[in-house]
Structures are given as structure tokens and as C-alpha cells.
């Protein structure tokens, strides 16, 4: 292993995310504050409680999902793509590293960034409503894994995308929708018998339930299964990695 | 002693179909500098690529320092500084993070002293805290290398170093290649400028439609290229070549219209004075004369020109 390259690359990532700091951590500190003043004093003094749980605490997990999903995905995307877009990628190909460590560098700092926005939220949110965790290291687990699998779901988008559209796409028509549809801001339990059926099929269910779980101690669905998915799209995640990397696809022509 | 770098049946067909190299092979030693000349879409770059890893080759065995690129990379890579032809830099970085980046990615530990060193020797050290963008053409040119640099590599590939590069950085690049070599790094560099070539080099090879068709010491060239060629054009055409020109290097060509004299302008005595009064002494009329210098590029024209003839 060449633990120096994976370190390059993890502090040159990171180095990026520190010189635009302001733009890391003041929008997701803004628009958290804009979600809580929405959802949380708007609409949420009409819904007081979901499920024994004030609304404006009710929605913190699901916030701090969607912003983790996207931020991982977007740093860990563009992290990859940037170097094939303005050809510094020659040097991550002609040194001696192998996908694996190239891998972990790019992740590893995307996750980390995303890791860090997630508890930027967390801590803006404590200022707006009364919050509890039950089970911190479950909470902690979940926001970790996420930001990993999200973040190797990033780097797989920033090797496939041709183009800036491209590695907008995936962010944009399939992970936010998916994500609102999710539960972020409700509880599965709100809706019609039919709608709860079909919200089954989104994997993105699982993963705000289960972090809403290590929270407050409810879930829409059985924490062994949030804890299966999360692990299950990590797995397909690297498996995907594995064959990029055999196969140099879009690497290496 | 094997050679530093081994390239053996080489061939490279691209996803689209283009063959770029057809089966080169080609030993570089320790420690020399090599000159690739070839034109525009020769296979150059391709070959360098393939070298350094960048591309896959589809046949063929590359061995850097004894360890096969493919199967042996991280030997062989630890070996090898690439300086790309085309200026890729991360325009928002600082030239000193940068070629920091470079020396990690090789798992070297920190080593601020080399990094000033080279930064220093490349006249690069005043603007180590500039971000790439604020840096003209030649300098981004110089960061370059200095990231090759950076990691201490024992075979140096230089891609098309000098193209749009003025000629006061030129000299200070021959200048580097030169210091570099006295520390024993072996070269490779492609030009298609001859004048280079003939500069700095000790052997030049010559690549074009993905083969390589000569490599060569450059003294043996530049012998060759000492010679001259005196072309006499006669008023009637000769069917044989007289009794008294035979002794000489003389041929005859053009139907017999024209007598082409070689002669080295490196020799006490270039002999000119002897054909001439052997012309005399057969009697025959002159109309015109020539000299003609051979020079690389006339080496490289007709080696590129024959193999085009040829196919």
C-alpha cells in the first residue's frame, strides 16, 4: 500500500475544501436555518407532533440526510472529475498507486467533508429546536456509512460523467427526489396505505429511518434492515470500484 | 548491463481502431539522453504514454529498470518523472503544493529541502506561493517539470518540452537536461525540432506511422551529415563514366546528365580540385555546378520519405 499517495491526495482534497471554507460551511449553516424557519416555524407549529416527537425535531435527521447524500456525492464527484476535465489526471495515472489508494484518497476527503457539513447541521439545528439522540454512536455509525457509500456512489458518477451535465445529473433527477420522497420531512406513516407500499421501494427510506431511529427511537422500518441497506449499497458501491478498476473504464484508454 | 528502459514488439491500436505504434522496439541505456524525432501524430506521445502507463499497450513488453510496467508498476513508475506536452495544471493551486502533491503521490516522505532545490534551479522558487493561474506560459512549463522533478526519478520522459517555449528558456531547459544527466538520470525527450535533437542529445531515434525507423549515435549522424555532395551538370549526357573519374566517389545520375561527387569536409582534402581536372582531362563540357550540405533533416525527410515510397 502507498499510504503517502493516499495521504497526497486526502490533504490536497482537503485543502480545496478549507480554502473555500466560507462556501463549505456558511450554505449548509443558511439553508438549514432556511429549512427550520419553513418547515419548522411556518408549517410546523400546525403540525405540532409526529409521533410524540415535535416537528421541528422530527425533520433534523432527514435534513441532515439530504445535505450529507448530496455533499458527498458532489465533493467525491467533481473531486475525480476535475482532474479529468483539466488533465492532471496524467499524474494519478503514471504514479505508482493503484485504484484502490486513489480510491481512498478522493473518498476519504469527500466523506470527511460531508461528515463535517452533516455536523455543522446537526449543531445549527440544536440552536432552532430541543434535541435528543438516544443512541449517539448508532447515530454516528449511520451518518459515517452514509457519507462513505454516498461518496464512493460520487466517485463512480465523477469516472462515468463525459461532462459538467453529466455530473450534475445523477445528483440532481434521481438522489434529491429520492431523498424528499424518503421521509425526510414526514413520517411514512402520514400517508396513504398505497403510497406507504410503493415509498417502500426507495432505498433512501431505510437510511433516513434508520438514522431517525438512533435519534429518537422510532423508525418506519425495522432497524435491521435500515442497517442491511446501508450495507448492502456500500457492498454494490465497491463492487461497482472493483470493476472499474479491473477493467480501467473510462480510465485508462 | 540490461537496458535502463526495454521496449520490445510494442503495438498500440486505440478503441477506434488507429494503430499507433506497429510492434517499436527500442533499448535505451543508463544515463543517456535520447532524442524521439518524428512529426505531428508520429506515435510519440503514444509511445511515452504507454511507457509511463497512461495508456495500455495491446501487445508487446516495456521493462523500466528490469520491471515490466504492466505487471511490476509500482517498481517501474517509482522510476519514471513524466513532463506531459500539454500544460495540465490545477490553475487555483500553489506551485509549491502542487509539486508537494507530486513528490507524495510517489510515497516519498516530505522532503523540503529537495523541493526547494529544484524549485530554485528552475527559477521557480520567488513565485512558490503564486497560484498556477498568475504564472506565464514558460513558467507553468517549468512547474512541470519541476513535479516530475520532484520525486527523483531515475528515467525522466519529457514530452515535447521547448514547443512555444522561447528560445532564453529553451537554453535553460537544455541546461537542466545537461545537469541532470551529469547526476546519471537517463532522458528521453520528443521534439520535432532538429536543432534540439542535434543539441542536447547522444542518440536520436526517428519515429513515424508508429515505427521506428533508425536510432542512432548522433555522432554518426553528424558524420554523416559532414558530408557534401558536389553535383556537376554536363552539356551532353555520358553513357559510362570516363576512365579518369573512375578512381574518384563518383556516380553518375540524371541519364547521365549529372556527376555527383561525395566528399567529407571533415578531411584534409576535400578532392575537389582532382574531379575537376580529371573532368578537364576527359574533356568533357560543364554547364553548371553545386554544392549541397547533408544535415539531419535531410536524413530524417529521406528516412520518412522511402518508408512512405516504399508502402
Known amino acids: ?253 | 548491463m540490461a537496458a535502463m528502459v526495454e521496449i520490445r514488439d510494442l503495438r498500440k491500436v486505440y478503441a477506434g481502431g488507429f494503430e499507433a505504434l506497429k510492434g517499436a522496439s527500442l533499448d535505451i541505456e543508463e544515463g543517456e539522453i535520447l532524442a524521439l524525432l518524428g512529426p505531428n501524430g508520429a506515435g510519440k506521445t503514444t509511445l511515452i504514454s504507454t511507457i509511463c502507463g497512461i495508456t495500455l499497450p495491446t501487445s508487446g513488453q516495456i521493462t523500466v529498470g528490469g520491471h515490466d510496467v504492466v505487471h511490476d508498476y509500482r517498481h517501474a513508475r517509482n522510476l519514471i518523472g513524466l513532463v506531459p506536452q500539454e500544460i495540465n495544471l490545477e490553475p487555483f493551486e500553489k506551485v509549491i503544493n502542487t509539486v508537494r502533491f507530486s513528490r507524495g503521490l510517489f510515497g516519498k516522505p516530505r522532503n523540503d529541502a529537495l523541493i526547494e532545490d529544484v524549485l530554485r534551479k528552475l527559477s521557480l522558487w520567488d513565485k512558490r506561493d503564486a497560484r498556477i493561474m498568475e504564472l506565464s506560459g514558460g513558467m507553468k512549463r517549468r512547474v512541470l517539470i519541476a513535479k516530475a522533478l520532484s520525486h527523483e526519478p531515475r528515467v525522466l520522459f519529457l514530452d515535447e518540452p521547448t514547443a512555444g517555449v522561447d528560445v532564453e528558456l529553451r537554453r535553460d531547459m537544455w541546461e537542466t537536461v545537461a545537469e541532470l544527466k551529469r547526476d546519471g538520470v537517463t532522458i528521453i525527450l520528443t521534439t520535432h525540432y532538429i536543432e534540439e535533437a542535434e543539441a542536447i542529445a547522444d542518440r536520436i531515434g526517428v519515429i513515424n506511422k508508429g515505427e521506428i525507423l533508425l536510432v542512432e549515435a548522433k555522432d554518426n549522424l553528424m558524420t554523416r551529415m559532414g558530408q557534401k555532395e558536389l553535383r556537376v551538370e554536363l552539356t551532353a549526357p555520358l553513357t559510362a563514366l570516363p576512365e579518369a573519374l573512375a578512381r574518384f566517389d563518383v556516380t553518375l545520375s540524371d541519364e547521365g546528365c549529372t556527376l555527383i561527387y561525395s566528399y567529407d569536409t571533415s578531411a584534409d582534402r576535400s578532392g575537389i580540385a582532382q574531379v575537376m581536372s580529371a573532368l578537364n582531362g576527359a574533356g568533357l563540357a560543364v554547364r553548371d555546378m553545386q554544392t549541397k550540405q547533408n544535415s539531419l533533416e535531410d536524413i530524417f525527410v529521406g528516412l520518412v520519405s522511402d518508408k512512405e515510397g516504399a508502402a
Open chain 1, 1 to 253: 500500500m502507498n499510504w503517502g499517495a493516499i495521504a497526497a491526495i486526502y490533504r490536497f482534497e482537503m485543502a480545496r475544501f478549507f480554502r473555500t471554507l466560507t462556501q463549505s460551511f456558511v450554505s449548509p449553516v443558511i439553508s438549514t436555518s432556511l429549512y427550520f424557519v419553513v418547515f419548522g416555524a411556518a408549517i410546523g407549529s400546525r403540525i405540532d407532533e409526529v409521533e410524540g416527537v415535535s416537528y421541528g425535531a422530527f425533520i433534523v435527521p432527514g435534513l441532515i440526510m439530504l445535505t450529507v447524500m448530496t455533499q458527498a456525492i458532489s465533493n467525491a464527484s467533481f473531486g475525480i472529475y476535475f482532474p479529468k476535465f483539466i488533465g492532471t489526471i496524467y499524474e494519478l495515472l503514471s504514479a505508482p498507486v493503484n485504484f484502490l489508494e486513489i480510491v481512498m484518497g478522493y473518498v476519504g476527503a469527500a466523506a470527511t467533508k460531508a461528515l463535517f457539513i452533516g455536523i455543522v447541521i446537526l449543531v445549527t439545528s440544536a440552536f432552532f429546536v430541543d434535541l435528543t439522540i438516544q443512541n449517539p454512536l448508532a447515530m454516528l455509525a449511520f451518518l459515517m456509512l452514509t457519507c462513505l457509500s454516498f461518496a464512493l456512489l460520487g466517485f463512480i458518477i465523477g469516472i462515468w460523467a463525459g461532462n459538467f451535465e453529466q455530473l450534475q445529473l445523477v445528483p440532481l433527477l434521481v438522489v434529491t427526489p429520492l431523498v424528499f420522497l424518503g421521509g425526510s420531512f414526514y413520517s411514512i406513516s402520514m400517508l396513504p396505505p398505497v403510497w406507504q407500499t410503493i415509498t417502500l421501494f426507495n432505498p433512501v427510506v431505510y437510511l433516513i429511518s434508520g438514522f431517525r431511529w438512533s435519534f429518537f427511537g422510532l423508525a418506519d422500518v425495522p432497524i435491521g434492515l435500515s442497517l442491511l441497506a446501508i450495507t448492502g449499497f456500500t457492498l454494490l458501491c465497491l463492487a461497482v470500484i472493483w470493476w472499474i478498476f479491473k477493467t480501467g473504464w473510462r480510465i485508462r484508454t
